[in-house]
DNA sequence: TTGAAAGCGCTAACAC
DNA sequence: GTGTTAGCGCTTTCAA
């Protein structure tokens, strides 16, 4: 029996060359034999590895691992493995991604998040798929994103049809499309309601720091905002312990919202108002868009819907 | 110039058979070529692939995902990549964990909570190193665990100390170890006490199933419990959530404890009392004694520290 | 100090 | 319908 043989049966190329018998024979050998075939060799020989990189900020962020999680599910389907590469935090010189991944990649898909590391996936000439981030950039050869500003409108339109006409923004301190989209569209909704004003505040994306940003907004002099758009719901959950740190009631004496929908969202009490972001969906069809890519066709951009999700911590703005 | 040259330049074993002139002349064009040694060939030449899987129950949840980062760290800093695999959760059959990820391995770190892809782990042959399991387990050639049992101890210790006792275990229901273990230690510490008492409810690992758990617990009938030891962080959120649907004050009218210090522990409001298990620690650990194992050597089993986080979520019972 | 050559395990083209 | 063979890119042994 030869080598060529087992391969043709192994790789389910048989059919019309291979006679059922001698399949049978091969099957029955492999399985008594635990065979299992090197994958180093296949790559060698194929010149393609069947994996791909994900190149995300962080995994510790519930949101990124769920990316992880939609993505992983449909390469898997497609028989395709996913290494990840989580972008070092703060300082430290980025790893190389190509190198920090062990295996050859076949293609990369991207968070427009993890900065440090886009300069080095760019060069990579690999099939490249961004994540939220902007279309017009010509570097990938498709975009998966979110219709962040349509959320963000969503979430101003509820507070304004509410009552609310003065509005502070936790910004998140990140240069990053999907936090820039987040403040346009927000302050174009807020500019389209005459007397209705919009602040910003920029805050780093943890807890504490959503409450020190709004511990600030809340100190400032003039009129109190009556709420607070969060760029996500982490930051929500710090401004909603400034707020009571300071002796207000949510919603009663202040409203305020997220973005994504974590765990967290609901964990909090109350429970927050949130824009469902799903996760999982946006990885998922990073890796159909890539697996496209992959087959020599042109994925189209994907631009997935997201849904404001009203709970308990928004609500018509105090009387005078 | 021969491949074989290159091939001992930039594998930095020249010294002594390659002049430093070859040397610079190899680094330079390396450089200017661009050249990345194809990953595929080596573990086909070398027979070992630098590739280590790690198999978690779910990456979705903060501490797996932190375990992940810990383990990373010490794979890149010893030139190994880690292939995830987290193990289907609920239905489903589990896919090969040896054919998901699709490399070949060099090693295996796995978690105890991800029950179902341990047979087939078991059966890979791979030097093994298990995460928070029982120490007894013959599969794995190591363990890195936490001190798990200190930790519930100092929970039980902490609430009889505030003089409760009357005390509630909101248990997973999940079969493993590591929960096993805050039982029984649980069970023991309140047991020492005279006229303390300890009941145990099941509950799956969501902030909603925590809160439907609790509010069992304290809809039975006969004395409340006026404290509720929880498995994690997030069933500790649930229980809170449960406490104040009733119209019970956290932490005066009944205390909560969880375990993990997830950023979760401190976004709610009062800050939750918590053991504080450092799971990126558990990942390094564990990745350093499965680099250990492939140098031939024998690692030690680890026993990683734990402290109990006195936070807001915890106070002397009401008076009767 | 450098080069030539073998071979890791696989797949695909081609010969039988 | 089956077998033979070349060669993917690398490391290592051995010869020059």
């Known amino acids: 029996m030869s080598q060529a043989t087992v391969s043709l049966v192994l790789g389910e190329k048989w059919p019309g060359r291979v006679?059922?018998?001698?399949v049978e024979t091969v099957r029955a050998a492999a399985r008594d034999?635990?065979?299992r075939p090197n994958l180093a060799a296949r790559s060698l020989r194929l010149g393609r590895t069947r994996t791909v990189l994900l190149v995300v900020p962080a995994l510790t962020t519930e949101f990124f691992a769920r990316v992880y999680t939609g993505a992983e599910r449909v390469a898997a389907d497609n028989g395709f493995g996913v290494v990840l590469y989580p972008s070092p935090e703060g300082v430290g010189p980025a790893r190389d991604p190509f190198d920090s991944a062990r295996a050859s990649l076949d293609g990369v898909i991207a968070s427009s998040m993890a900065a440090d590391a886009l300069v080095a996936v760019r060069g990579g000439g690999l099939p490249l798929v961004m994540l939220d981030s902007d279309p017009d950039d010509a570097a990938a050869a498709a975009t998966v994103n979110l219709d962040i500003a349509d959320g963000a409108r969503q979430v101003a339109e509820h507070l304004l049809g509410l009552g609310h006409r003065r509005v502070a923004h936790l910004a998140a301190a990140v240069d990053s499309w999907t936090f820039r989209v987040r403040a346009r569209a927000l302050a174009e909704t807020v500019d389209g309601v005459p007397g209705a004003a919009l602040s910003a505040e920029p805050a780093g994306l943890s807890v504490e720091e959503g409450r020190r940003?709004?511990?600030?907004?809340l100190a400032r002099p003039g009129p109190r905002p009556t709420a607070l758009v969060c760029d996500d719901d982490i930051l929500a959950a710090g401004a909603c312990?400034?707020?009571r740190r300071l002796g207000l009631r949510i919603p009663d004496d202040i409203s305020v919202t997220g973005f994504d929908d974590l765990a967290l969202a609901t964990a909090v009490e109350p429970e927050l108002t949130t824009v469902r972001l799903s996760a999982e969906a946006v990885g998922a069809a990073g890796m159909r868009a890539l697996m496209t890519l992959l087959d020599g066709e042109t994925p189209q951009d994907t631009v997935l819907p997201v849904d404001l999700l009203r709970r308990g911590s928004t609500?018509?703005?105090?009387r005078l």
């Open 19 to 22: 006679s059922e018998r001698t």
């Open 33 to 35: 034999l635990g065979y």
């Open 213 to 217: 940003a709004a511990e600030r907004v």
């Open 241 to 243: 312990k400034a707020a």
């Open 315 to 318: 609500a018509p703005p105090p």
